[in-house]
């Protein structure tokens, strides 16, 4: 998701940092002259006191809260959006029940409808950004935050260990699975926004370079667009500046370069490939696509051949060097099934064959291998359907294999940046034994899992999305 970073600490919150700051000590010291000799008796170990304290704080925190949330609603508040009419009170004392950080409130606020029938609302739930169902923002904000990282069926633990309040497993599913539904919706909208030529704000300048890797992981969904069922991929983008430091290399020694890189920007998406090259397009705007500053762009990739026919055409640039390097480890892989195609009863010939052929790809780049498949003994059958296959792959990958010239050029020629974003980012959470996925409910937790990895959680949570997801009908006045 496309989020501008670095907005300022609301007023409202400085402020109330500022009172709490002001008024805590004297608190603090009226409750401890307050404790009774029993109560301080008991509280002798760390453990007894932190549990008195969380306890105390908690019964604190939860009658403030509800005193607060009870404030009357100014008349302005009560005036229909679509007519302008004043509403209508049905209910002075409508109970709604509400589960908070402190625990459960017990609140009552007005509820009203517009005569003409444009809809009801009780405006204090818009005034306090409350969201739908019984779950306050800021629980809703932490269990989200905690259902990105663990199944849902253990974040409710977590949340009575450290909070003293009680949820349940699906009510976490639910919340999460929302909040995430709105921050793709807002997504999709941003990449809509993107194609019909409103840019987003451009980042600063930065290190001349921009890397773009793409791959995928499988996870077990119920895919949207047919129903079916099974193992279905995730894909997975990566874009990061960094500055290459080009290097002298010895023909003994090729160290492949290690990138300082900048602020890295995830995404992950579950649509066709097509799709998903345009949802990586915006994240590659937000990372310095069309940087002036930035005047390369390194795409690194496996073999998959979408990648390659879809990359260029989304995210080459006029004006700016374009570099396709095929991932050093995946082009290792098909050297090594070569290898095994042809020796497969000789480990010492098959080991020493494919690693001086690779030393010498890695450091001669992909013009060797004509030489090499000329150079193989005869071949059976099957060894030979293995070895023309991987001849056709190299053979379309040709220009991607000039490792010489990108390691000189200070350029990664492995994709472990793409590799550990598919492992941490996608895999981690909705991979695990026995998970099943509707596949909106995946591409929900990883469209937050991106953001969250991409350093957005906060500014994210600075659009109040609980908030969002109260249905227009409910948010009729002005």
Not at 161 to 181: C, N, P, Y
Not at 220 to 228: E, F, M, P, S, V
């Amino acid at each position: 998701m496309i989020i501008a970073d670095g907005q300022p600490e609301s007023k409202e919150n400085c402020t109330i940092a500022e009172w709490v700051q002001a008024e805590t000590a004297g608190i603090v010291e009226e409750i401890l002259q307050r404790l009774t000799p029993a109560v301080r008796q008991a509280m002798t170990t760390l453990e007894a006191i932190e549990t008195g304290t969380q306890a105390l704080t908690q019964s604190i925190g939860r009658h403030i809260t509800e005193s607060l949330m009870s404030a009357p609603v100014l008349d302005s508040l009560g005036i229909c959006r679509e007519c302008a009419s004043p509403l209508r009170s049905v209910d002075s004392h409508r109970a709604r029940g509400l589960i908070g950080i402190f625990g459960q409130y017990d609140w009552e606020r007005p509820y009203l409808v517009c005569p003409q029938g444009h809809g009801s609302e009780a405006p204090q739930d818009r005034v306090l950004q409350l969201g739908p169902g019984q779950v306050s923002p800021k629980l809703a904000a932490i269990l989200a935050r905690v259902a990105i990282d663990v199944p849902f069926d253990q974040v409710p633990d977590v949340v009575a260990q450290t909070l003293g309040v009680v949820i349940d497993g699906e009510m976490v599913r639910r919340v999460t699975e929302k909040i995430g539904s709105w921050a793709e919706s807002q997504e999709q909208t941003t990449i809509r926004d993107v194609q019909s030529g409103q840019a987003p704000v451009p980042p600063a300048p930065g290190p001349s370079t921009l890397l773009i890797a793409l791959d995928g992981a499988m996870v077990n969904t119920k895919r949207t667009r047919d129903g079916h069922r099974g193992w279905h991929e995730g894909k997975v983008g990566v874009c990061a500046r960094f500055e290459p430091i080009p290097r002298l290399l010895s023909a003994e020694k090729n160290e492949e370069a290690k990138p300082e890189y900048g602020p890295v920007e995830y995404c992950i998406g579950f649509e066709r490939q097509a799709d998903f090259l345009s949802r990586l397009y915006t994240h590659a705007l937000q990372t310095g696509l069309e940087d002036p500053s930035c005047c390369q762009l390194v795409l690194i990739g496996d073999g998959a051949h979408w990648i390659w026919e879809l990359s260029a055409k989304y995210l080459r640039v006029a004006g700016k060097t374009w570099v396709e390097i095929l991932d050093f480890y995946h082009a290792s892989q098909h050297i090594w099934a070569v290898a095994h195609a042809v020796w497969p009863d000789d480990a010492a010939i098959r080991t020493d064959w494919a690693e001086k052929l690779l030393h010498r790809l890695r450091h001669e780049g992909g013009a060797v291998l004509d030489a090499v498949w000329k150079a193989l003994p005869p071949l059976s059958a099957a060894a030979q359907d293995t070895v023309t296959g991987e001849q056709a792959y190299f053979a379309f990958h040709q220009d991607r294999l000039d490792y010489p010239r990108y390691l000189l050029a200070g350029f990664p020629i492995g994709s472990g940046i793409i590799e550990s974003a598919c492992k941490t980012v996608l895999k981690q959470r909705e991979s695990g034994s026995g998970m099943r996925w509707v596949e909106a409910g995946a591409q929900a937790v990883a469209t937050l899992r991106a953001l969250q990895r991409s350093g957005h959680w906060q500014a994210f949570w600075r659009k109040a999305p609980w908030a969002q997801l109260v249905p227009l009908s409910r948010r009729i006045a002005a």
